[in-house]
């Protein structure tokens, strides 16, 4: 299985953000754009940026059943993933998740506090520069500020990742993989025969209970 990691970017504003809206929402909602996309596709390669139009056409072209995807924060990035451009890895992976087993909860789990646990310098993400901006908006060098920055995250979350692995219960992988599809796929399973059985038993029961008293279905209405 291929290891690739990302870290999208998305527009947001003072109203317009993840401090004021779910993840879900805030995804979800038709005001929410990427300006675009840094992914590192191996070890031997470095991370690259993809604009939202370039994204969508690269990630079209993908085999993505052999993939398994390492985002920090999963639910945000692999949402994005799956609702806008119907991606969906083999496996989803997770350091902050795996962050939080390792390293415990008294500490935040944010990617610049596990870099630093890790002697990794801060992001240099520019989030100021693009505060109530659409990707067009930007002037040419405050993208390139953007797309490094994005850039530097994800090598970071390779490393990241990649020290993490030695003491990670495997197992623990795969309830990481479970735990975000659920939310990035939500499905709603059901036995139909069981359900057939249970709907014919409560109509037969409905039909005794209205014969005990004396009543019909219109008398209800």
């Known amino acids: 299985m291929r290891l690739i990691c990302a870290d999208y970017e998305s527009?947001?504003?003072?109203?317009?953000?993840?401090?004021?809206?779910?993840?879900?929402?805030?995804?979800?909602?038709?005001?929410?754009?990427?300006?675009?996309?840094?992914?590192?596709?191996?070890?031997?390669?470095?991370?690259?940026?993809?604009?939202?139009?370039?994204?969508?056409?690269?990630?079209?072209?993908?085999?993505?059943?052999?993939?398994?995807?390492?985002?920090?924060?999963?639910?945000?990035?692999?949402?994005?993933?799956?609702?806008?451009?119907?991606i969906h890895p083999a496996m989803l992976g997770c350091t902050l998740s795996m962050a939080r087993l390792l390293l415990g909860n008294h500490i935040s789990a944010s990617l610049d506090?596990?870099?630093?646990?890790?002697?990794?310098?801060?992001?240099?993400?520019?989030?100021?520069?693009?505060?109530?901006k659409h990707?067009?908006?930007?002037?040419?060098?405050?993208?390139?500020?953007?797309?490094?920055?994005?850039?530097?995250?994800?090598?970071?979350?390779?490393?990241?990742f990649g020290m993490l692995l030695p003491n990670f219960p495997r197992e623990e992988l795969h309830a990481i993989d479970c735990t975000m599809k659920m939310f990035t796929e939500p499905r709603l399973k059901a036995n139909s025969e069981l359900l057939a059985q249970i709907w014919e038993k409560e109509d037969?029961?409905?039909?005794?209970r209205m014969d005990q008293l004396g009543v019909s279905a219109s008398d209800l209405q």
């Open 204 to 208: 037969v029961d409905k039909r005794d």
């Open 135 to 160: 990707w067009h908006e930007l002037t040419l060098h405050e993208q390139q500020l953007v797309a490094d920055g994005a850039c530097d995250e994800v090598e970071s979350i390779f490393k990241i």
């Open 113 to 132: 506090s596990v870099r630093a646990q890790f002697g990794l310098q801060p992001k240099t993400t520019p989030y100021s520069i693009f505060r109530s």
């Open 11 to 86: 527009y947001f504003d003072n109203d317009f953000t993840l401090s004021k809206l779910s993840t879900e929402h805030y995804i979800r909602d038709p005001r929410f754009e990427i300006h675009g996309i840094a992914v590192k596709w191996s070890a031997s390669h470095q991370a690259k940026w993809y604009t939202r139009e370039e994204w969508k056409f690269v990630s079209a072209q993908e085999d993505w059943s052999d993939v398994f995807m390492v985002h920090h924060h999963a639910q945000f990035d692999s949402l994005i993933s799956s609702h806008h451009y119907d």
